[in-house]
């Protein structure tokens, strides 16, 4: 082996420790690459592959003649092709539970052209059973369903029997969303089933209404899609959305996108924490080497043989840290892909081994090595031999602190802790480095608490600012306003009030978003219309409250008029000639879902319907204090009049089971960052002592206590780490906030919601991370050779 | 620095109660056959007040000798008593009291701290010994270098940054100041200082000096000089006319 090369490997194992800690950085920052990039490009293709299989549509036409539609959008050459159908939002009873579900039609005999399903178990649709419906499959899940078992739902002559013929998966509800606005739905409390025409056609009409599915072809042009929504709202459609809306796939890509910026944050935060750990040792190794650079230089090694030495040093720790990454990234790729598409019930999963991300995630590493040992290197490299051979001079520079001549008291401190403070400037680009660590560390750390933090409040203002009621409950019938609170009696109920939901087309100019128009009674109890500014909103009549994500996506400001599309046939009485307009009156600040909101009677007007004393298909109940939730939800469903009951604190638990597997993430990264930030203070800490082993053990062979060294050492790497958390915390409340608003839609309102524990968490987080990285360093001093400052320089 | 008169070199070899005792001192590092026999069984007497060279080439001993003096690094066998303390009896924390109390140290390579000015480093170990207020200044005096008090070691040069490492040595007032190499990285003018001020501070305070050197030159100023070859003494002798430091060349 060259002689140099056997040195490198010797250098590398005396400071086994350092390299050690910068190698697992290295191996962490390309796993979680090859894991997740991997994993993102598996979901894709899993969700993708899918969707060709059953010909998702890439736009659904909401309302309308379905056929004039239909029609006038086969016209367009973008378009591979056109289907149809009713969709119908019902009670649904399967075995003693009763819940709000959804009848969607399919052909009785073969596939439609668009939104296809396919068979998991049992059979098709078979056009000699009228009554056989296919369930889908997170239905057929929460209920135990199989082939040959029936259900019941509610038809216009009253409850009609349904025999279950098979179950399916359904791109549409790969995740089960009742809508956009209901993204979250308790399991057991929704539910799709697939009919054929003729079951469909028996269903009360109110509850219908038709959707018009388009695929478009494969040399689709950009902007196609929004020239055929336009198309079709000009053909008499209510309201349109495009694949990238679709509730389901939406959801999944909120995940799947997650994944992308994981699968470059993350490694670009680990690897530049090993480079930053990497670029300082080594640079205390070069000024140690100084002497016997000097000697190779002088004996003819040349400048590039020096640069490359050093640069091996990157190279070999990257590529030890890459390799076995790059290898255990792709197989936790393949795994998180299983566990994800299992737990979602996605029937294909495609695991692909990608030989272009193993080329990569065992390239980022020596690169990443390379790049930070490229400044010791050079300045390796460029040390004059003459120069090296004069001998060490004093390390670092003199001078009164920075912060002793912004304070002059601090002049009067005891010598040792006015060498503390000193020591901070004497080598600035170790500080500096110490200091970019500490901010990446804290950003690590603070972005996940942050994440957390986040979540919690928003779900808090969800689920108790705003949903001040306990319970919806979804009437069989429609019943006159004043005649709700009767019929919805029972034991534990304390408070009734009718709730008119109209689904219909919010339209500003050009610019329409279909959603769901809450009509709430004048001065309601059951939901607070927070705004973004704390305050509160009650919207009177012919006055609309939206929710704040509209602000954005309709452009409209508060005094605004709008136009109110209902979807047709959707309410019994049918929608009035013309469309209304309301006046904007605010908007409300609502994590989940966007809606809007209007009063009860405004909102009969829209559907068509009296607006004194309207009948309502639903109301919001709100349970007696100390009332058994669970006892009061089945008395209520046991009731004639009540068709399903959602409780709100199912949707929290349920909110709150999915923060389970969030907190989990967020645990594993905060290891993760935990780990990297002892990789890296451990690191410029024990450079902050080798440099000054001779110092201090001159101090220690003078008398000097190692407990005395040892505090003045933690004084040192203390204020650095103080000083590192203030950029820290700083810089990590802005990424945050970037972080949170890239997962912000109007799906989820992700504003970022940090509280003031969690800044003070994180910076106690990171100075006993810098306590504990240093106790290998005080251990050194503890046991620094007092001999061997007599006998040698120390290095 | 409390600077007593009396105990001066006047009288070498022959004062009443030795400041260091050696007796059969032996140092082995490594063990078996591959042990290297540092010491080997030295026993000598050195006076309080007594300015001593210990004079040898590279690898005879005399900086390990000076090591196990200072309770540095423990003797293999043999006892060591300094100051009048047993080294071998006292632990760790102990041998840490010993060595601010009882001895100072001056390296070949200063080993200053470059973010203190001169007296500020001396000041560090003035307050490690709880010094009077002054001390540090007075010890930055004594050598010389009152009007470079506040200046920086990387201002300095080699002789005046030994000077501070003398002065910080001499701060803890110890009754015996052990030097090694102190001129080894000087030149000749700069060199003569620095033992000067050493020869100053031995003379003034009856503060007992071992030297360790490899520069048979200097031994013509000490009061006493011992030779070491392969861990062993082979000649100590008492110079009859030590000459001035600034006589001293090489």
Redesign the interface.
Known sequence: MNLLRRSLIRDIRGRRAQFVAIGATIFLGVTLFAASFDAFQNLNASYHGLYDRLAFADLVVVGGDPDTIATRLRAEASVAAVTTRSVADLPITVGGDQFLGRVVELPADGEPAVDRVTVLRGSGLDPGRENGVLVEQHMAADFDLEPGDTIQVASETGWRTATVLGVVASAEYLWPARSRQEVLVPPGEFGVVFAGPTFVSSLPAMTRHPETLVRLGPDAPDGALDDLARAAVDAGASSTYTLADQPSNAALQEDVSGFGEMSLAFPLLFLGAGALAMSVLLGRMVATHRGQIGVLRASGFRRRTILWHYMGFGLLIGIIGSIPGAIIGALAAAAITGVYTGVLTIPTAVVEFRPLTLVIGVLIGPIAGAAAAFGPARRAASTSPAEAMR?????????A?LAERLVPPLRRL???W??AI??L??NRRRSVTTIVGVALATSLIFVSWGMIDTVEVLLDRQFVQIERSDAQVVLTQPIAADGVAGAVEAEGVAAVEPVLEVPAAIVAGDERYGTSLAGLVPGTTMRSLITPAGGVVSPADGEIVLGRALQGLLHVAVGDEITIEPVADGQSGGAPSGHPSLRVAGFVDEPLGTRAYTTLATAASIAGLPTSNPPVPAALVRFAPGADPGAVSDRLTALPAVAAVVETRALYDLAQQFLGLFYAFIGVTLVLGGIMAFALIFNTLSANVTERA??L??????????A?IGRIVTAENVLLTVIGLVPGLIFAYAMAAVFMASFSSDLFQFDLAVRPTTFAGTALAILVVALLSQVPSLRTVRRLD??K???E?AT | MVVTEGRGASDPGRAAAPAVRLVDVRKDYGSGELAVRALRGISLDIATGQFVVLLGPSGSGK??L??VV?G??PATSGTIEVAGRRLADLDA?AL??????SV??V?Q?F???????AL?NV???A???AAPDDAARRAVEAVGLAERADH????MSGGE?QRVAIA??LV?DPPILLC?EPTG?LDLDTGRQVLGVLRDVSRAAGRTVMLVTHNSAIAAMADRVIRLRSGEVVDDRLVPEPIAPGAVTW
Not at chain 1, 392 to 398: K, S, W, Y
Not at chain 2, 96 to 101: H, M, N, S
Not at chain 2, 152 to 155: N, Q, R
């Open positions: 001998g060490d001079g004093p390390v670092g520079r003199g001078g602190s005891p010598t040792r006015r060498l000193r020591s400037g004497r001779v110092e053990t001159a101090l220690r062979a003078l008398g000097m206590p190692s005395t007092l001999a400052v007599v006998r320089r | 900086t390990t000076m090591n200072g540095m690094e924390e840490t009291t010993f060595r601010r109390e100072g140290f390296f390579f080993n200053l701290i470059p973010t203190l000015t500020e000041q560090l170990v307050e490690l010994v920086f070691p990387g201002a940054q910080r040595a803890k090694d990285s």
